[in-house]
């Protein structure tokens, strides 16, 4: 019988938390050299009805608040308790909203082992005054781990009912490793390949958030599909553009992968940043964007407003606003500093 030398845990279980479970939940099943469990680490929430979060996913193995209906797998395990839910595990999936991550490395600094492998389906950045630093990166800095990336045009609800979708695993320079990855998250519905340009991936996942609040004012507006289609082509421009700038290693070429240009597609057709940017510029900007998300999002979070404004600050550190009209105008519209038309007449 082969050893069982790999044990995953998920580190995060909201919405696409939860599909990245089972999805590697379906899979470590079948494979004889990891432990078939797989824990995922809950932030632990008292439902209306006084329940547990993690009690309800335990006993009902369904995560009812972030995907209710979807059967997570017998093998996955909620734990409300960090260090507990990655004791003994050698692949971390992390897979929260992007501002809580640098809390929770902090709760794991010194509790991980050595040989432990990490990728990260994080999609935003942190800027500091040192410069803007990659969530791959600070998780690797922090915890001292290899982090790979994936990302993808990948709608949590759709992959959680087995519509088939792609995604990109990037690496830094073990490939051996992001074969590993692959194995582990990609199934005949989700078709998973991997590419050596890490930071090219995880720039394509992230900025692809700022794109899709340019659509969603677009729809809002009621300006049509000519006009949603070149946001989107700026957009990538500017998602191309400001990679390079950022990292001159970044490969034209992963733009055309999953977490490139069909990430941008999908985000900005059926996405949640486009959704509440929607509702924005329906209310001629009035509502302000936490009170839409608190109200659309049950508890799901919005990550483009967040980035466009990391994004912003990155521009203004580098002397960059003019180069890149539509991530600067994103950021004015949703700090108020102009009209969701701007979208048009400034990008
Ligand atoms: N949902 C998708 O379709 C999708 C697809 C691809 C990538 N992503 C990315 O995956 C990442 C995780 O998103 P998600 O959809 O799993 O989350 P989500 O937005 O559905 O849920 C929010 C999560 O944050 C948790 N949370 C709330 N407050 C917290 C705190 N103080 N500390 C720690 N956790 C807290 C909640 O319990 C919940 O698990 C994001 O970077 C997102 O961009 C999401």
Redesign the pocket.
């Known amino acids: 019988m082969t050893k069982k030398k790999y044990k995953a845990a998920v580190i995060?279980?909201?919405?696409?938390?939860s599909v990245a479970a089972k999805l590697v939940a379906s899979n470590t099943l079948n494979l004889d050299s990891f432990h078939d469990e797989v824990r995922m680490w809950v932030?632990e929430?008292t439902l209306p009805n006084g329940e547990k979060l993690t009690d309800i996913i335990n006993i009902t193995n369904e995560n009812i608040k972030?995907l209710p209906g979807i059967k997570l797998g017998h093998n996955v395990v909620a734990d409300p308790d960090l260090e507990h839910a990655v004791e003994d595990a050698n692949m971390l999936v992390f897979?929260?909203?992007?501002q809580?991550i640098e809390?929770?490395c902090k709760r794991l600094v010194g509790k991980i082992k050595g040989g432990v492998e990490a990728i990260s389906?994080?999609?935003?950045m942190e800027v500091k005054t040192e410069g803007p630093c990659m969530i791959s990166s600070l998780i690797n800095k922090q915890l001292g781990v290899n982090c790979c990336v994936l990302m993808g045009a990948?709608?949590?609800d759709e992959i959680a009912m087995e519509k088939f979708s792609e995604a990109t695993i990037g690496y830094r320079e073990d490939k051996e490793v992001a074969q590993r990855w692959v194995q582990i998250f990609g199934t005949p519905y989700f078709r998973v390949s991997a590419v050596r340009d890490i930071e090219g991936v995880e720039l394509c996942g992230t900025l692809k958030n700022v794109v899709a609040i340019a659509a969603g004012f677009v729809d809002g507006l009621e300006m049509g599909n000519n006009a949603k289609a070149a946001i989107m082509r700026i957009g990538l421009n500017e998602m191309k553009a400001f990679s390079k700038l950022m990292f001159p290693s970044v490969c034209d070429n992963t733009f055309l992968e999953s977490c490139g240009i069909a990430d941008l597609i999908t985000t900005c057709l059926g996405g949640r940043n486009r959704k509440v940017a929607d509702a924005f510029a329906r209310s001629g900007g009035k509502r302000s964007f936490h009170e839409l998300e608190t109200e659309l999002l049950q508890?799901?979070?919005l990550?483009g407003v967040i980035t466009a404004g990391e994004v912003y600050e990155v521009l203004c550190q580098r002397g960059w606003q003019e180069s890149f009209p539509l991530f600067r105008t994103v950021h004015l519209i949703c700090i108020g500093c102009a009209p969701p038309s701007a979208i048009i007449q400034q990008s």
């Open positions: 995060g279980s909201g919405n696409w938390g932030f929430e972030y897979v929260t909203p992007h809580f809390g929770i389906l994080i999609k935003g990948n709608i949590g508890g799901q979070k990550q």
